[in-house]
């Protein structure tokens, strides 16, 4: 078993140079990986490279509804976040 199997993690700036790193990292230990950010098509060049379980999903750090659109549409795709 994988350190991240059966876990969904959400990486703010996915699409940067060091996101996109952690985006890999995580999905090579198992994670379903949401790549959030503002940069629409470099976060969705790397989900479409990092494949089927990875997802961009734009959000703005700053906007509190930004973040609840984020965890419901990575819900819908794969499943409830755990609370803590």
């Known amino acids: 078993m994988r350190r991240f199997d059966h876990r969904s993690v959400l990486v703010t700036g996915g699409a940067g ?3 996109a790193s952690h985006v890999r990292a995580y999905r090579v230990e198992g994670a379903n990986v949401v790549i959030v950010g503002i940069d ?4 969705r060049a790397i989900a479409a490279e990092v494949g089927a379980r990875a ?5 703005d750090v700053t906007d509190e509804s930004s973040w609840s659109a984020a965890v ?10 755990p609370s803590s």
């Open 17 to 19: 140079g060091g996101g």
């Open 55 to 59: 997802l961009y999903v734009r959000l």
């Open 72 to 81: 419901q549409v990575t819900e819908e795709h794969f499943g409830p976040l």
């Open 40 to 43: 629409e098509s470099r976060g």
